[in-house]
C-alpha cells in the first residue's frame, strides 16, 4: 500500500492539518518544535512526505524551509540537552538528525551540503566526538560519509569546498575513531 494512502488516526489529523498546509503554501509551522519525535516522524511520513514539494526528488524551498526549522528548533536543542545528559548519548539528537537525513539523502529534496554544514559546525570535532557513547560515534561517522557521497554526486558549490576541507582537518581523529571501532570490533 502507498504510504500516502495510509489511514491515519485521529490523534495526528489536527495537528497535521495545519502543518501540511503551512508547508505546502507559506512556510513551515511553528508547531514542529512542540511535537513529540513519534508524532513528527508519523505525520512528516504519512502526510507531508506526500505532498508535491516532497514527492520530486528536487531541492525545493519547502525542503530547505523544512531542514533549518528541523536544525534550529529540534536538533540544536536536543545536542544541548544530550551534551549534558549524564550518559553521553544522542538519544534527543539521533531520531531528529536521521529525519533531516532522510529529507537529504532519501526524498533528496534539499542540497546535502545544508546538512553536511551542520554536522561539520556541530558534530565532528574531536571534543564532541569524544563526549559520544562508542554507538553514536559510529553513527555519526556514517551519516557524515553518506551525506559527503550524496554531496560529492550533486552540483557543486563553494560552500562543498569548505566542507570537504573541513573534514579533511578532521580525518585523523574520525579514523582514530573508526580504529577504535574496529578494534572494539575485535576483541568482541
Known amino acids: 500500500m502507498n504510504r500516502c494512502c495510509m489511514k491515519v488516526s ?9 502543518l501540511c498546509a503551512s508547508i505546502s503554501t507559506a512556510s513551515p509551522c511553528k508547531a514542529i518544535p512542540r511535537l513529540e519525535i513519534d508524532d513528527l516522524d508519523h505525520i512528516l511520513q ?12 528536487k531541492f525545493n524551498k519547502r525542503g530547505s524551509e523544512l531542514l533549518q526549522l528541523l536544525l534550529a528548533e529540534m536538533v540544536l536543542p536536543a545536542l544541548r540537552e544530550d551534551s549534558h545528559s549524564d550518559t553521553k ?6 531520531p531528529v538528525l536521521q ?3 532522510d529529507l537529504t539523502c532519501t526524498l ?18 574531536k571534543t564532541t566526538l ?5 554507538s553514536d560515534q559510529q553513527w555519526v561517522i556514517c551519516s557524515l560519509a553518506r551525506i559527503l557521497g550524496l554531496a560529492a554526486e550533486q552540483p557543486q558549490n563553494s560552500q562543498f569546498l569548505s566542507l570537504r576541507q573541513t573534514i579533511t ?17 575485535i576483541v568482541y
Open 10 to 18: 485521529s490523534r495526528y489529523v489536527r495537528n497535521s492539518i495545519g
Open 46 to 57: 504519512n502526510l507531508v512526505y506526500c505532498l508535491p514539494p516532497f514527492t520530486s526528488r
Open 89 to 94: 548519548y544522542l538519544s534527543a539528537t539521533r
Open 99 to 101: 529525519i533531516c537525513e
Open 108 to 125: 533528496q529534496v534539499v542540497p546535502a551540503v545544508d546538512l553536511l554544514h551542520f554536522f561539520c559546525t556541530s558534530l565532528i570535532s
Open 130 to 134: 569524544q563526549r559520544m557513547q562508542v
Open 169 to 185: 582537518d578532521a580525518c585523523p581523529y574520525l579514523l582514530e575513531v573508526c580504529h577504535n571501532l574496529w578494534s572494539l570490533a
